[in-house]
């Protein structure tokens, strides 16, 4: 039964469409099984080399043959397209959560649906289009929220009434709906076929296949990829990429050094049938029902149906073992809740009868995001694996951009949230693979809703301060590996409920929030912030301001103790990283950056300095915990600890100093806080980590001092249009673009990263621009709240998109930031966004399809906030700061 | 009139109770992890008695299962004294100086067994002296006998059978001043019991069994599956055996008369057991013992009765047959029961149910669809079903109880319908010896690491 629904699933005609390929693998393939002499033998060296012959290895020799890179071999350690891709349930489709995959979907589904006229290979496209359904309100708001998003990417998409869906798909039970999300142009492919016809595009191109090869392990020399060990002998290569999916990890492991690639597989199970007695329509559209936990989707007269279950079965825990993919057992009874879910949607199926269960493994990763780019440790080792069991509609997509990433040395779009650098070696950890990817594989189905986090692989990385605050009520979130308060639930308070809601309104912790809030406004909050990624960079001469001034925007040529918050910009000046750097001495530089750059920061700067023995750069990260002193009485707190006057006379913004607090010597104080409010950061080495918390919290006490969370800074800095690097800044944004100008010295004399397209965008405008925008009939106790990635709109059309929102509790309103582009109303062209451009508009914000209106501004509220403080100052015994 | 699921559950749980081997320094280096007992009762009071207890001065684990007839006192006897007297008969020489020197000066007795009781499991206060006395005795003529050589457990087993049966006839001649036990000593050598007691010692498991309880043992297969391995013969008029032995023990001109509707002279169904010293004795003991009972006994219709066909006396022993097995890896663990639990289920599903609940792994047969015609509310079915069967183990924390619950409730398909089960726990008491028997179920789980490594 396997053979023959092999043969159904993936139709053999390539072959006969493609002498050329045939000839260089073998000509007896299709009738002998054993070990096949290999007619062609490898050639010795190669540019590329890609190992893995499924979708993701095709789409990269396809599109790197696309761009015109001919000299690339790709092995396949047994059949092409087989694994995971000829198992594949092959639906394409669209309706993603994050932007960038929806971006790659659909880029793939246009790319399907020409591949069969270009290569010949009948490939089975078939636009069905798909249905999301909606058992709760809840579900309906989430679908709601990827509607607006498809729709503005072009997308049709439309969200449906029950009655509706009746009249796409009769055989659905619509009794439990209370909606339905369609995307018309949502596809069904054969996924092994697609893979064919991409390898026999790339062949056609020049690119080598060979299969039965099998990579035991890739070279690395000096941190370079230097070839390819396989069992057929080497192949010399500047590039490897790693498409090996369920190996990947293994395949990254097999080399002396090693490249971490966090991914897990999980069993995964769908239905066959025969067809019904009224054959099925080829045209009926995917059903997929989140809440069911399934997908169902026509299949030869039949149905196609599987799920992602509550409790998933991961395997090759241990590596790759005796256990062949092709070996894998069906597991009726581990299907039962998702064939329940089957007949519940559609009763009418009770008398189909059942041809296989399939088990047809899949790889997942620690945050439900694929993984692609370059290893932060060996240059040209890159990777495409992970792709959580949506890998046909990401192939395309994701084999272009990575085939961008190579030859141009980036991709097209931003594609941070799937880049491999956003993951350290802490991820790799078998166990905390294991245990994530139970967690993430049941998540493929789960609501999601705004501020979800991971239960599993917690607790890992944590400041010495962990306990202590936790019994202090903490909440805590995670970042990198890195447990972070979300707020503190003061005593009292019911904790059961704030932990279990879940809302896509407004949550249960607005008002911890807001006094927290309140507190830092008006006397002064601890944040403990070490999560932060901590790097010092000292030199015996002037190596290290030399190299750091061609790495940063900002002048770093300051006096000694000055603190200069500068972008770490790329070549077309976007945010690589955005930073705080503390000048400790002539030669020595502290530099601050978010929490997940710990990674791509450190293998940024570690491929552009200067290879000098005298130039030192050291992860410090682990050394001190950061108390984030925030608040006007932090300035008293700190005196009174030090007996050293903070005044800002002595102590100016923007300034950094060892200084003593309590018993404890050596604390790095910085006039920084992230928020835009007056505060400090101390960094503390650890060991006085304690102390220094104890006396602060001590001393406090008579300035009113509490504890506080990310949600109170990250409303602070919001409402204060601070942008964060990862959620506003990315590789693609400018600081011109996001009003920064004055963090760039584009006369400070010496040549930097990025300076010629920022002089050319100071020159000739900007076509993107970060805006804050204020929502004026958003009822905060009502309405949906924002969160990020809803469109904008200025003048009834789209703009662009929000990057990330917060309540404001000194505006009493939200505040959504994001970037508004200039669309020409005609050609769609992009057009240079003036200042004008963005007053001049009548702005909406789109939350889940309502739309609410919007006041843009492009500079934050100075007036406002200074008026407060005013006032303040009168009651708080006359603070001055500024 | 019908129970809920908790209802039911508190039936079937009232009598149960588990007990697991100490672990030292984090490793139980026994080859018993510990077992789980339970008993339902079907007569009023429960006529079913078992014992479990730790041998202190020598090695090894007791555990058994005692099914008494005409009334509970027999078993009760039985399950508070054998295991004494078996741990005496195992004790070496100088262990049985040291303990009859300690009693003669009145220092403190060596403990000699840790008993594993449920609360409901009660020793009578009032015997105990007599019972001591009885043993000391015992134990004062293995000093004298002194035979120097070391204890075989076969022999143990079956001197201390015998030697208890003996001391309950003795009892009953002599009789007791104090009323009370005097009438005691009497009923329980009246009524009878049989005994099934296993006794483990690394990896020597030996059963000693006298009637028809039963002693199996569950392997599991190196694909998985589940067997069963008896480890006792039955002592009723199914074991050939049994009634050959019995004929042989009597002249050929009662032949006819021994066995009559499968009964010990068409009276009992065991063969062998203890007390019943109405099988044994001579009429003239019995009818000198009763006369010069207690009124009571006197009264007693069943005690005056004297057999028929009644000539060459003793028909019934205590003695028992004892096998002796070495323990493998692959025996995961016993079963010791009544004959409550093997009238309704066959050692196979026994060692199944069991097997696979202590496994945790619900090995049923996986379904494979192969070349059958199935349907998806077919299979949707089956996969429901499954998952009740399922939710069943989870239900009980103790292998007993899961066991009784399969015996009371099972349907036809053997899976347990909670509305049968239902009926059958509410039956009125004196319907309920129609439909059931007392169950008395003892599981024992062996280390099957550490009998690896013997």
């Given amino acids: ?882 | 009139f019908y129970l809920t699921p908790p209802q039911v559950n508190s039936i079937l749980k009232a009598n149960e109770y588990s007990f697991k081997v100490p672990e030292f320094d984090g490793k139980n280096v026994s080859s018993v992890l510990g077992f789980d007992s339970n008993q339902l009762p079907a007569n009023a009071p429960i006529e079913d008695r078992r014992s479990a207890a730790t041998c202190l001065q020598t090695r090894g684990m007791l555990l058994g299962v005692f099914d008494g007839h005409a009334g509970c006192a027999c078993a009760q006897a039985v399950s508070e004294r054998l295991f004494y007297y078996i741990a005496v008969s195992l004790l070496p020489h100088e262990t049985l100086l040291e303990i009859e020197n300690a009693v003669e000066n009145g220092r403190a007795l060596l403990p000699i067994l840790q008993w594993h009781k449920h609360p409901n499991d009660y020793f009578s206060k009032e015997a105990s002296k007599l019972y001591f006395n009885s043993l000391r005795t015992y134990w004062q003529e293995l000093i004298d006998l002194n035979s120097g050589e070391t204890t075989d457990v076969r022999e143990a087993l079956i001197n201390a059978f015998k030697r208890l049966d003996n001391d309950i006839s003795l009892e009953a001649q002599v009789g007791d001043p104090n009323s009370f036990l005097n009438y005691l000593v009497l009923q329980v050598a009246f009524s009878g019991s049989t005994a099934c007691v296993a006794h483990v010692d690394g990896v020597d498991l030996h059963i000693a069994n006298t009637g028809d309880s039963r002693a199996m043992l569950g392997v599991q297969e190196e694909d998985g599956s589940w067997s069963a391995v008896n480890l006792s013969y039955d002592h009723n008029a199914q074991n050939e055996h049994e009634v050959e032995r019995v004929k042989m023990e009597h002249p050929k001109s009662e032949e006819k008369n021994l066995v009559k509707q499968d009964r010990l002279l068409g009276l009992l169904m065991p063969f062998r057991a203890f007390g019943d010293v109405k099988f044994k004795w001579s009429i003239e003991l019995q009818k000198r013992v009763v006369e010069s009972g207690p009124d009571q006994l006197n009264d007693n219709e069943y005690t005056k009765f004297i057999p028929p066909n009644y000539h060459t006396p003793p028909y019934l022993t205590a003695e028992p047959e004892v096998i002796h097995h070495k323990l493998r890896p692959q025996d995961k663990f016993l079963v010791l029961a009544t004959d409550g639990l093997w009238e309704t289920m066959h050692r196979q599903d026994v060692a199944r149910i069991v097997g696979e609940y202590l496994t945790g792994v619900h090995h049923q047969q996986p379904i494979a669809v192969g070349g059958y015609k199935v349907t998806l509310g077919q299979m949707h079915g089956l996969l429901t079903e499954r998952r009740a069967r399922i939710s069943s183990v989870f239900e009980d924390q103790n292998a007993a109880t899961h066991l009784i619950r399969h015996a009371v409730g099972n349907n036809e398909f053997g899976t347990v319908d909670h509305e049968r089960l239902s009926k059958m726990l509410s039956l009125p008491e004196e319907l309920a010896r129609m439909y059931r028997d007392d169950i008395t179920i003892i599981v024992v789980q062996f280390n099957s690491h550490v009998i690896g490594a013997y």
């Fill in chain 1, 1 to 882: 039964a396997a053979r023959m629904f092999l043969r159904l699933l993936s139709d053999i005609q390539w072959r006969a469409a493609h002498p050329k390929w045939r000839r260089m693998t073998s000509s007896q393939r299709s009738t002998s099984t054993a070990a096949e002499p290999h007619p062609v033998s490898l050639p010795a060296q190669a540019q590329v080399v890609i190992c893995g012959g499924g979708i993701m290895g095709t789409s990269v020799a396809y599109h790197l043959s696309k761009m015109g890179w001919k000299d690339i071999v790709l092995l396949e350690q047994g059949r092409l397209a087989a694994g995971t891709t000829r198992f594949c349930a092959g639906i394409v489709s669209t309706a993603r959560p994050v932007s960038i995959e929806r971006k790659m979907a659909h880029y793939s589904n246009k790319l399907y649906q020409q591949l069969e006229q270009e290569t010949g290979v009948q490939t089975g496209y078939t636009k069905t289009g798909s249905i999301s359904l909606a058992q709760t309100q809840d579900r309906l708001i989430s679908l709601k929220r990827i509607a607006s998003s498809l729709n503005v990417m072009g997308i049709p998409c439309e969200i449906i009434s029950p009655k509706k869906v009746l009249q796409l798909h009769p055989l659905i039970n619509i009794h439990d709906l209370v909606g339905a999300m369609h995307v018309p142009e949502d596809a069904l492919v054969s996924s092994a076929n697609v893979s064919l016809a991409l390898a026999t595009a790339a062949s056609r191109n020049g690119v080598q296949i060979h299969e039965r090869t099998s990579v035991s392990h890739v070279t690395i020399q000096k941190g370079r990829v230097t070839g390819v060990e396989t069992d057929r002998g080497r192949i010399q290569c500047e590039y490897f990429v790693n498409c090996a999916g369920q190996w990947a990890y293994e395949l990254g492991h097999s080399g002396e050094e090693p490249v971490h690639i966090p991914v897990h597989a999980c069993e995964h199970f769908y239905l066959l049938t025969h067809p019904l007695q009224e054959p099925l329509s080829s045209n009926l559209p995917t059903v997929v029902d989140p809440d069911g936990r399934i997908y169902i989707r026509n299949w030869q007269g039949g149905i196609l149906s599987g799920g992602f279950e509550k409790n998933p079965k991961p395997l090759f825990t241990e590596g790759r073992n005796q256990l062949e993919i092709q070996n894998l057992q069906e597991d009726w009874d581990h299907f039962g809740p998702l064939l329940s879910a089957l007949l519940r949607r559609m009763p009418g199926l009770e008398a189909l009868q059942i041809m296989q269960l399939v088990n047809c493994p899949e790889s997942f990763t620690p945050d439900m995001r694929c993984i692609m780019g370059e290893s932060p440790t060996a240059r040209g080792y890159f990777v495409l694996a992970g792709m959580n069991s949506a890998g046909l509609s990401y192939g395309g997509g994701a084999g272009k951009y990575l085939a961008e990433w190579i030859v141009n040395g980036y991709p097209s779009e931003n594609v941070w949230p799937l880049d491999l650098k956003r993951f350290g070696t802490l991820q790799s950890s078998r166990t905390f693979l294991r245990h994530r990817v139970m967690e993430v594989m049941p998540l493929m189905c789960d609501l999601k809703v705004p501020r979800w986090d991971f239960q599993t692989g917690r607790q890992l990385r944590t400041s010495p301060l962990y306990d202590r605050l936790d019994a202090q009520g903490a909440r805590w979130m995670e970042k990198h590996g890195f447990e972070r308060v979300k707020y503190f639930v003061p005593p009292g308070s019911d904790l059961l409920d704030l932990d279990h809601s879940k809302t896509f309104y407004k949550p249960d912790w607005f008002d911890i929030v807001g006094s927290e809030v309140k507190c830092c406004k008006e006397a002064v909050c601890v944040i403990d912030m070490s999560s932060f990624t901590k790097f010092e960079i000292s030199s015996t001469g002037d190596q290290a301001l030399e190299s750091l001034q061609y790495l940063f925007s900002n002048d770093l040529d300051v006096p000694v103790g000055h603190v200069v918050h500068t972008g770490m910009l790329n070549e077309k000046g976007g945010y690589e990283n955005d930073c705080s750097i503390a000048r400790l001495s002539k030669r020595s530089f502290f530099m601050i950056s978010p929490t997940d750059q710990q990674v791509h920061c450190w293998a940024w700067l570690k491929n552009r300095l200067p290879d000098d023995n005298n130039l030192v750069l050291e992860d410090v990260t682990w050394k001190y915990t950061a108390l984030n002193l925030i608040g006007p009485r932090a300035v008293d707190v700190l005196s009174e600890l030090s007996y050293a006057p903070m005044t800002a006379e002595h102590f100016p913004s923007l300034f950094c100093k060892e200084m003593s607090v309590g018993y404890a010597n050596g604390i790095r104080v910085m006039s920084i806080t992230h928020t835009g409010e007056p505060g400090f950061v101390l960094y503390i080495p650890i060991e006085y980590a304690l102390h220094v918390y104890n006396e602060v919290m001590n001393m406090g006490q008579k300035y009113g001092i509490r504890n506080a969370g990310y949600y109170a800074l990250r409303s602070l800095r919001i409402e204060k249009f601070f942008a964060f690097w990862g959620q506003d800044l990315d590789a693609f944004t400018t600081p011109m673009e996001c009003g920064r100008e004055f963090q760039v010295k584009l006369d400070k004399g010496i040549e930097f990263l990025g300076q010629e397209v920022l002089l050319e965008q100071k020159q000739n405008g900007v076509y993107k621009r970060f805006t804050m925008f204020i929502l004026e009939d958003h009822d905060t106790d009502m309405d949906l709240w924002p969160w990020w990635g809803e469109p904008i709109f200025r003048n009834g059309r789209y703009v662009g998109k929000t990057t990330s929102s917060a309540y404001s509790y000194t505006l009493e309103r939200h505040v959504c930031l994001g970037f508004v582009h200039h669309f020409d109303e005609e050609t769609g062209e992009e057009l240079v966004v003036t200042t004008d451009f963005i007053n001049q508009g009548e702005y909406e914000i789109d939350i889940a399809g309502q739309r609410f209106q919007a006041k843009a501004k492009l500079y934050p509220f100075s007036s406002l906030f200074t008026q407060r403080r005013r006032k303040d100052e009168v009651e708080l015994s006359g603070y001055q700061r500024e």
